[in-house]
């Protein structure tokens, strides 16, 4: 009878222990599947970042007549929501911005000078969604 019971609670010492150790192995794996996931979707954000960004510079080096609508709102959503980090220079880029527009407006005022330090302020910014990215 000792060896029965025994036997028994060998049985179920070993039943508990590969239960907690599949319940751990299914966290883990989960685990690991959310943070692909975040990462993926980190890294689609800043893709799409970084095309906005090019699209906006590319755009603001265009005449008035020329440029096109492009989504500054969604710029700002992704910097100030997902790269808080990022908002000094996105700060600078955009006031830059701001400044060849208030020049392209008054045209006697305008210079190509102001076009030429537009990209020099887009530069900082983007190699810090350059180097975030390669984080991942």
Known sequence: MDLDLEKLIYLIVGAIIGFALSLAKDWFMESKKQKEKEKLATRQRLEELFILLNKYNKNMIMPLQLQNDIEQER??????????????????????????????????DFSHAALVELPKKLHPLNKLIVKEGQKL
């Open 75 to 108: 710029l700002t959503m992704l910097v100030r929501f997902y790269f808080p980090h990022f908002k000094k220079e996105f700060d600078d880029y955009v006031m830059e911005c701001a400044t060849v527009t208030k020049l392209k407006i008054n045209a006697e």
